[in-house]
């Protein structure tokens, strides 16, 4: 499913190379729940940014879904963002400026589906979190927990191989968190490959796989039954 | 992304800044507009004077000296008195008349009015078209018998006799000289080629000029103008080379040019066209500047929103957005600013256009030239200063504009 081998990111600032992954090996298979969890500034942001086809590697092989993605063009990598990562963040990143349901049509427009499959789609992924009934409603008319579930439907709309959350309980209260998570539970029963970036033991708690980095290395990694 | 949504993103985007998209289409309006309204303008303008100059003067000819030909004024050889007899004697069916300009005070009992005297024949009415409102106007038999008679203009009579009607009969003063006053000029009609008033002008003989007239450093009574109107356009080229034939003959030519100008309205046409056509185009392309100023306004806003909209970007580029498509929005959103502002100009320039036809009076023509330059304008600009902003959109690293707040 997501192969890394000998993974290395190195920044260059002026004259300074800052490296921050230092040769990262992992495997996740389809249908895993993993978490990965570490510091600010252990690399975890840069991992997440390469396995979400974000940014490229300085050096080391990615294979997404028997895709060698490590040497694809800019718009190859946007191919692949659209077809095969759902992504789901910490502040939602929603378009404040259109409503819920056509914020999670949006990667089927660039997918260019036609509009009508287009909104059958993006109303079934909106029932599926339960929020067919705010479809026409703006993001500022939702609440936290809400919102973050407008983004889940939009990540799963293109039904991807692998669903990305980066910190996604972050701007949500305890009790919101535990209904998003579930969720993420459900959707992994289901079949759904899931990433989860988080320093939050609670949360990571719900993944069954837990993966520690620091300094640019993985520390740890832990199944759990 | 297609067309189509790419045009749903970039409207609803518009609609959200109502304020500062209309500000920003304001100069892009006023630009077009202007340039609209100042080539429609010049067009009706040229195509009112050459329907004035066409529908009373293309079969018309001027004759003087060609003072192109002379390095010394003081050189210039004028036309005599005597070569006025030979051409009305060489052309048949021809008007013609000499006109001698001079000016000064006109006076009756004691009273003064300062006015322009021309000594003309009688053709000069008929080639001119200028009707009296009193009396009459002068008369070949005013000419042969050399009477001293004027034809006031209607303020100059207005001036001295409180009733233009009771002037004609009376006896006024002009160089020292007594003449009879036999009719009074109608009010001249201000046309697109013409827009002097007339009315301070007062008509006397030739003859009657030319013994009142101060001729020192002419040596001499002279010709200075000649005025001809051939009666059929066709015998126009005819009349010109038959005078311009005898006044070759009679005083020869100087450094290989001819003495004298026989020139036709034709010729007049034909300048005043091409003055036109560069008035116009002068004044397009000072106008031309707002639309710059416009599409430099155009720029700075889509930068600003380039930057305002980073996070937005970046998340479009997330969803699966490739660059094209981020180049797009942003490219349309410019061009739908450009075509809607270009669109208000066209509407403001064509009414502009619409009541400066009104005011003057010309022939009013939709302006189709300017309005399709318009909206050809309006794209270019969306166009090449859309493109820098978008480019810069579409450029953006996903991961710097996603983590930008």
């Known amino acids: 499913m997501i192969t890394l081998q000998g993974i290395t990111k190195v920044y260059r600032l002026g004259k300074i190379e800052v490296p921050a992954l230092n040769g990262v090996d992992l495997v996740v298979k389809a249908h895993e729940f993993c978490a990965i969890m570490g510091p600010s500034g252990s690399g975890k942001s840069t991992l997440m940014n390469i396995i979400g086809c974000l940014d490229r590697a300085t050096s080391g092989r990615y294979v997404l879904d028997d895709i060698d993605v490590s040497s694809m063009s800019d718009n190859e990598l946007a191919a692949v963002r659209n077809r095969k990562i759902g992504f789901v963040f910490q502040t939602f990143n929603l378009l404040p400026r259109m409503t819920a349901l056509r914020n999670v049509e949006l990667p089927l427009v660039y997918a260019g589906m036609g509009g009508r499959e287009r909104r059958a789609r993006a109303l079934a992924a909106m029932k599926q979190v339960g929020l067919e009934n705010r479809a026409l409603h703006k993001p500022a008319e939702l609440s936290g927990g809400q919102r973050q579930r407008v983004a889940i439907a939009r990540a799963l709309i293109n039904s991807p191989a692998i669903l990305f959350a980066d910190e996604p309980t972050g701007n949500l209260d305890s009790r919101t968190s535990e209904e998003i998570m579930g969720i993420f539970e459900e959707l992994n029963r289901q079949g759904a490959t899931i990433l989860l970036v988080t320093h939050e033991a609670d949360i990571a708690r719900h993944a069954r796989r837990v993966i520690h980095i620091r300094d640019g290395l993985i520390t740890q990694d832990e199944v759990r039954k | ?405």
């Not at chain 2, 004697?89 to 005070?105: A, C, F, K, S």
């Not at chain 2, 004691?110 to 003309?120: F, I, P, R, T, W």
């Not at chain 2, 009142?212 to 009574?221: I, K, L």
């Open chain 2, 1 to 405: 992304m297609n067309l189509s949504e790419g045009f749903r993103e970039s409207w609803e985007t518009i609609r959200h800044n109502k304020l500062r998209t209309f500000l920003t289409m304001l100069g892009m309006n006023i630009g077009v507009g202007a340039v609209i309204a100042v080539m429609a303008t010049g067009l009706m303008g040229r195509g009112a004077i050459m329907s004035g100059i066409e529908g009373m003067g293309s079969s018309l000819i001027w004759v003087r000296a060609n003072r192109a030909a002379y390095e010394r004024e003081q050189d210039m050889v004028q036309m005599r008195p005597e070569d006025l007899q030979t051409l009305r004697g060489l052309l048949n069916g021809v008007w013609l008349t000499p006109l001698l300009r001079d000016q000064g005070p006109v006076g009756y009992r004691g009273y003064q009015e300062l006015a322009a005297v021309y000594g003309v024949w009688p053709d000069y009415a008929l080639i001119w078209q200028r009707p009296v409102s009193e009396g009459r106007f002068l008369r070949p038999e005013d000419v042969e018998r050399k009477q001293r008679v004027i034809v006031l203009g209607l303020n100059t009579a207005k001036a001295l006799f409180a009733n233009p009607a009771a002037a004609v009969g009376q006896e006024i003063l002009f160089k020292g000289k007594t003449f009879t006053v036999v009719g009074v000029m109608q009010k001249k009609e201000r046309s697109a080629i013409d827009d002097r008033s007339d009315d301070d002008t007062c008509y006397t003989t030739h003859e009657a000029l030319e013994s009142v007239f101060d001729w020192s450093g002419y040596g001499g009574p002279r010709v200075l103008s000649i005025h001809f109107k051939v009666r059929e356009l066709a015998d126009l080229d005819y009349v010109t080379a038959q005078v311009a034939g005898y006044l070759d003959h009679r005083y020869g030519k100087v450094q290989g040019l001819p003495r004298f100008s026989v020139r036709q309205a034709e010729e007049n046409i034909r300048t005043t066209n091409k003055i036109f056509g560069v008035i116009t185009t002068v004044i397009t392309l000072i106008a031309g500047i707002s639309l710059l100023v416009g599409g430099i306004g155009i720029m700075n806003i889509m930068l600003v929103t380039v930057t305002e909209r980073t996070q937005e970007i970046g998340i479009r580029k997330a969803l699966g957005a490739r660059r094209r498509d981020i180049l797009a929005q942003f490219m349309i959103e410019a061009l739908i600013i450009c075509l809607i502002g270009g669109g208000l100009g066209i509407v403001l320039g064509v009414a502009l256009t619409a009541v400066i036809s009104a005011l003057r009076g010309w022939a009013y023509l939709l302006p189709w030239l300017p309005i399709s330059l318009g909206l050809g304008v309006s794209i270019a600009i969306g166009l090449f200063f859309g493109i820098y902003p978008a480019l810069k959109a579409a450029r953006l690293d996903p991961v710097v504009a996603l983590t930008k707040e």
